[in-house]
């Protein structure tokens, strides 16, 4: 699995996967034109679509018909460090919440950005001339 960030301009990126592209600048209190997501944002939209397939997977597998799933991820920023000190998932259905109670152990298990970020994945940085 690959992604690309290609810088436009001032804080304008614009990042590929496949056939897809999204606009990637920082809002006017970060020196940006406010043009797309932040990349703070865009992490917090990893991990909260990544839990909600998750959910969803899970639910099907168990034969759960869903008919409605929202995970909204906040992040408590540290901006001493560069990180979040703090993310909460929460999870709105319509569904009974011990059915929730039942697929959200199985949805961790499946969710890979979670995984990813509470393993601390480590990060390799090598540099290719153009």
């Given at each position: 699995m690959e992604v690309?960030?290609?810088w436009k301009k001032n804080y304008q990126v614009e990042v590929k996967a496949r056939q897809f592209q999204?606009?990637?600048d920082e809002a006017p209190e970060y020196h940006g034109?406010?043009?797309?997501?932040?990349?703070?944002e865009l992490f917090l939209c990893s991990l909260a679509s990544c839990f909600c397939l998750a959910l969803v997977f899970v639910a099907k597998k168990k034969r759960i018909e869903v008919n409605d799933m929202?995970?909204?991820?906040?992040?408590?920023?540290?901006?001493?460090?560069f990180i979040f000190s703090n993310l909460l998932v929460e999870i709105e259905s319509s569904l009974a919440p011990e059915s929730l109670g039942d697929i959200l152990p199985l949805a961790k298990k499946y969710c890979f950005?979670?995984?990813?970020?509470?393993?601390s994945c480590?990060?390799?940085?090598?540099?290719?001339?153009?």
């Amino acid at each position: 699995m690959e992604v690309q960030a290609i810088w436009k301009k001032n804080y304008q990126v614009e990042v590929k996967a496949r056939q897809f592209q999204v606009p990637i600048d920082e809002a006017p209190e970060y020196h940006g034109e406010d043009t797309g997501m932040m990349p703070t944002e865009l992490f917090l939209c990893s991990l909260a679509s990544c839990f909600c397939l998750a959910l969803v997977f899970v639910a099907k597998k168990k034969r759960i018909e869903v008919n409605d799933m929202r995970v909204n991820v906040k992040g408590k920023k540290d901006l001493k460090n560069f990180i979040f000190s703090n993310l909460l998932v929460e999870i709105e259905s319509s569904l009974a919440p011990e059915s929730l109670g039942d697929i959200l152990p199985l949805a961790k298990k499946y969710c890979f950005v979670s995984n990813t970020v509470s393993k601390s994945c480590p990060i390799e940085y090598t540099i290719k001339s153009v």
